[in-house]
């Protein structure tokens, strides 16, 4: 024992024995920070391991620098280099427990509300504890003062502190292998910054965000009003005037925007053993107020839901590489539904999801899209079981919106977002209503389960706003965000589908998803125009009354008997009603047969239809990657001021009590303050043990 403790004194008083000591030391703390500091979502052992590993190869390469200095100075290097990244640690920890997020260089550039905010409020949210990240810079300090440990002035060679530097790269290399075998296109398709920290480490999120960031300025700082010419042209040569039939009829409803996570128009009407999977959705859906599209398809890239919502907020495209709510929802200026509502029409404008605001960037990106509302996890009650993987469960979130939906001043723009229709389709025994599928496809299987509860819930949601009185005066929107089955499971598919093999054809109509509208007395009825997401934001604008001739926006009104009805996929492929582009095959759209041989015409027609869809994507890009709406002043808007929002608990509580005195046109107000949540019925078993549940107050 005596030898063994000998032998570690020895190896502490050379350079490289302190210098492992300071690196152990850094990462049981980085460690411990990621555990308890952050809602990381470790989940299995991988997860769990990697979140070890990742500390190391930052810590080598950091804290490696200093052994390229002699003497003492590289010893004290050490100290503060760890203290350096100590103190980064603390600023995340920090900015992360009242934001859910951790700090982008686009945060500290702009020095917006959220960080004014966090300096205002750092002596409450601090916690004693918050200083163990400095124990061991204290203690590695005070070694060095009292001289527990000797300094080794030995010379400590160059081609050594390179091999640990390369250690620390050659382990990086392998911790990113591993990572994208657990997670693929973890850099790539970025959604939540999380992830990048569960899998990579802090140091290695800091210096992707850095150089992505880089990314953007470089493009954004070249940037000039000149690259508008082309948009603006390609726009007003595309513009598909309003349907007079529809035009304004919405003026002054409620609307409510309800995202239906992962669902695909093949489940609408569908039937497992005889019975309706989506009984209440197909009601809605034949419903003779609700216009319903059959040809409507999802046009999302990488970014998936994030990419949904940009189109239907902005009628722009997502990015063909990652998303643009996470890469510029930060610093774009973007003239988007909630802003305008609220500038035109005078509009409350509300988002509401049972997860993090992390999410997507959500917590920036909605304040750049002009939200002053963004109901998050922490404003719900939390009840046993209330979390299905990627937030709370449809029946729980939805009852709960109910409390906020009513306190609303009215006219509002309320958006939904489900969550429980994701993969891998996770839910409990008790709320599964309909047995799986039986493909043999695990992932696949359990999809019409969540659709079911999906649709419970939205009955249930649909019968408090019967019950409620919001259903006479509001338009529903519903849509599905993009596939929840991919095409690589396909033999699955074919079974769902009760075909023998599919075709590149039906993997392209495979890409449907629902998106109807229903409004008290409107004339309704099954529509068969083509169209995508791209189209939604321009459609909801005739029926509002509102002219979007001189926004840029790169859909038409799905109404409008003058549009086009090209539909272009995220890749660059299409859908017409007469022809379909997929996977490099051509098809005719009416019947699916295969065009083999094309004839000149229809060679011409094709490149046609190419040059639209290929100029449509790369304009929309072009305006995205460059923050081209920075240098178009729209009439009668005004540029959004993302200071203007804040999504922290107490004061966004206290924001809308404030704005309910003031207006006194919420549903609650004219219910003379008596609350209609209790006409909000569920099934939910997970609220049964709790009769009162208790909100957050302002």
Not at 80 to 101: C, G, K, Q, V
Not at 183 to 196: E, H, K
Not at 563 to 585: C, H, L, S
Request: aromatic share 14%.
């Amino acid at each position: 024992m005596k030898t063994a403790l000998q032998k570690l004194r020895r190896g502490l008083n050379t350079k490289l024995g302190f210098f492992l000591l300071v690196v152990l030391l850094f990462c049981i703390k980085s460690y411990w920070a990621y555990q308890n500091e952050f809602n990381l979502g470790v989940k299995g052992s991988m997860q769990h391991f990697l979140l070890a590993f990742n500390t190391i190869p930052g810590a080598l390469i950091f804290l490696g620098i200093a052994l390229y200095f002699r003497g003492r100075l590289s010893y004290w290097l050490m100290i503060i280099i760890n203290a350096l990244l100590s103190t980064w640690l603390f600023a995340n920890i920090l900015y992360y427990r009242e934001f859910s997020d951790f700090i982008t260089f686009n945060v500290i550039k702009g020095s917006g509300a959220a960080s004014n905010n966090l300096g205002k409020s750092l002596m409450g949210i601090m916690r004693p504890e918050d200083f163990l990240v400095y124990a061991d810079v204290i203690i590695l300090a005070l070694i060095l003062l009292f001289h527990v440990i000797r300094v080794d002035m030995r010379y400590f060679k160059i081609r050594y502190a390179m091999t640990v530097t390369m250690l620390g790269l050659v382990l990086f290399g392998a911790n990113l292998g591993m990572a994208e075998k657990d997670r693929s296109q973890l850099l790539t398709r970025t959604f939540d910054n999380n992830y990048i920290v569960k899998y990579l480490g802090l140091q290695a999120y800091t210096i992707y965000d850095g150089v992505k960031t880089t990314h953007n300025s470089v493009i954004k700082a070249q940037a000039n009003q000149n690259e508008l010419k082309p948009v603006l042209n390609f726009i007003h040569h595309n513009y598909a005037g309003p349907n007079i039939q529809y035009e304004g009829v919405a003026k002054g409803k409620n609307i409510f925007v309800i995202h239906l996570e992962s669902l695909q128009q093949f489940m609408i009407d569908y039937k497992q053993d005889g019975q309706e999977v989506m009984p209440n959705l197909n009601r809605l859906y034949h419903a003779n107020d609700t216009l319903a599209f059959d040809n409507f398809f999802h046009q999302v890239g990488q970014g998936k839901t994030a990419d949904a919502e940009t189109m239907l907020e902005n009628s722009l495209f997502g990015l063909p590489e990652g998303s643009a709510m996470v890469t510029d929802g930060t610093t774009n200026t973007f003239q988007s539904a909630p802003a305008l509502l609220h500038q035109k029409l005078g509009y409350t404008t509300a988002s509401f999801h049972g997860d993090v605001p992390s999410f997507w960037n959500r917590d920036n990106a909605y304040k750049s899209f002009g939200y002053q509302y963004f109901f998050s996890k922490e404003y719900f009650p939390k009840t046993k079981d209330y979390d299905a993987g990627y937030g709370m469960k449809d029946k729980i979130f939805m009852k709960e919106t109910a409390h906020y939906i009513e306190q609303l001043p009215q006219p509002f723009y309320a958006k939904i977002i489900t969550v429980t229709n994701h993969y891998p389709y996770i839910l409990d025994k008790q709320n599964k209503d309909i047995e799986p599928w039986k493909t043999g496809d695990d992932t696949v299987d359990p999809y019409v389960q969540t659709a079911r509860y999906l649709d419970e819930a939205l009955g249930e949601f649909l019968d408090y706003l019967d019950k409620s009185g919001l259903r006479q005066n509001s338009v529903l929107v519903l849509y599905g965000d993009h596939y929840g089955i991919s095409n690589n499971h396909q033999p699955a598919v074919a079974q769902i589908l009760h075909k023998k093999k599919l075709t590149n054809y039906d993997l392209a109509m495979f890409q449907k998803v629902p998106f109807m509208i229903n409004m008290p007395g409107l004339k309704g009825g099954i529509d068969h125009t083509y169209g995508g997401e791209i189209d939604v934001l321009p459609t909801l604008e005739d029926l509002l009354g509102i002219s979007s001739k001189n926004y840029i926006q790169f859909g038409q009104d799905l109404l409008s008997p003058e549009r086009n009805q090209i539909v272009p996929f995220r890749n660059g492929d299409w859908v017409t009603p007469k022809y379909t582009k997929y996977n490099g095959d051509y098809f005719y759209t009416k019947n699916g047969k295969q065009i083999t041989k094309a004839t000149s015409k229809q060679k011409a027609e094709f490149s046609k239809i190419q040059k639209y869809v290929t100029t449509d994507l790369g304009l929309s890009d072009r305006v995205v990657n460059g923050d081209l709406l920075r240098f178009y002043k729209l009439p009668g808007f005004k540029k959004v001021n993302k200071k203007d929002y804040t999504y922290n608990l107490k004061k966004s509580l206290q924001n809308l009590k404030k704005q309910q005195k003031k207006q006194k046109t919420s549903l609650k107000t004219e219910n003379d303050n008596q609350s209609t949540f209790d006409e909000y019925t569920t099934n939910a078993p997970e609220l049964k043990d709790y009769p009162k549940l208790t909100f957050p107050k302002p």
